[in-house]
């Protein structure tokens, strides 16, 4: 562990990072390093297979140890396990890392496994996931609310 880091801290950052943007954040489900990426992995492995319009409803009912996504459930799946995987960059690069840089991302998806087609699309059509100081993080809720109900793209 690097000198800068916490115990706790990568659950804290990734809450505070998901609550910016008004998301949920379900108990255990990424309350550290392992955990958070093994998720997010069975998340997006499932959005792959039910396609990108899923919501995270179809996600809970197409896998098993996911339950307590009930939390998220109206939201759609791809803006939820983008906004985490992103979450999770930034609380690992804040707690493990002493801080994080946008670069780092690029190594972050490769070492994790984490990609997900269009991913840096995605990215830059969402910088408030990575950008705290970003002035739209508030809406971002709201934009995975109108995709799950196939009102926006």
Same mark, same amino acid.
């Not at 550290?32 to 919501?55: H, M, R, S, V, W």
């Not at 939390?71 to 960059?89: E, H, P, Q």
């Not at 002035?135 to 995709?147: D, H, L, P």
């Given at each position: 562990?690097?000198?800068?880091?916490?115990?706790?801290?990568?659950?804290?950052?990734?809450?505070?990072?998901?609550?910016?943007?008004?998301?949920? %954040?379900? $108990?255990?489900?990424?309350?550290?390093?392992?955990?958070? @990426?093994?998720?997010?992995?069975?998340? !997006? #492995?499932?959005? =792959?297979?039910?396609?990108?319009?899923?919501?995270?409803?179809?996600?809970?009912?197409?896998?098993?140890?996911?339950?307590?996504?009930?939390?998220?459930?109206?939201?759609?799946?791809?803006?939820?396990?983008?906004?985490?995987?992103?979450?999770?960059? %930034?609380? $690992?690069?804040?707690?493990?890392?002493?801080?994080?840089? @946008?670069?780092?991302?690029?190594?972050? !998806? #490769?070492?994790? =496994?984490?990609?997900?087609?269009?991913?840096?699309?995605?990215?830059?059509?969402?910088?408030?996931?990575?950008?705290?100081?970003?002035?739209?993080?508030?809406?971002?809720?709201?934009?995975?609310?109108?995709?799950?109900?196939?009102?926006?793209?």
């Amino acid at each position: 562990m690097s000198q800068c880091y916490t115990s706790g801290d990568f659950k804290k950052y990734f809450n505070e990072n998901m609550k910016a943007m008004n998301l949920p %954040v379900p $108990s255990t489900l990424f309350d550290n390093f392992n955990a958070a @990426i093994a998720n997010a992995g069975l998340i !997006l #492995e499932t959005l =792959n297979t039910l396609g990108k319009g899923a919501t995270i409803a179809e996600i809970i009912k197409a896998t098993t140890g996911l339950e307590k996504l009930k939390v998220a459930a109206s939201l759609g799946a791809a803006y939820f396990v983008g906004a985490a995987i992103g979450s999770i960059a %930034v609380a $690992s690069g804040r707690s493990l890392g002493c801080g994080y840089r @946008i670069t780092d991302m690029f190594v972050f !998806l #490769e070492q994790t =496994n984490l990609k997900f087609d269009n991913w840096n699309s995605f990215y830059m059509m969402h910088p408030e996931i990575l950008d705290k100081r970003h002035n739209f993080r508030q809406v971002y809720f709201a934009k995975a609310i109108s995709v799950s109900k196939g009102v926006g793209a």
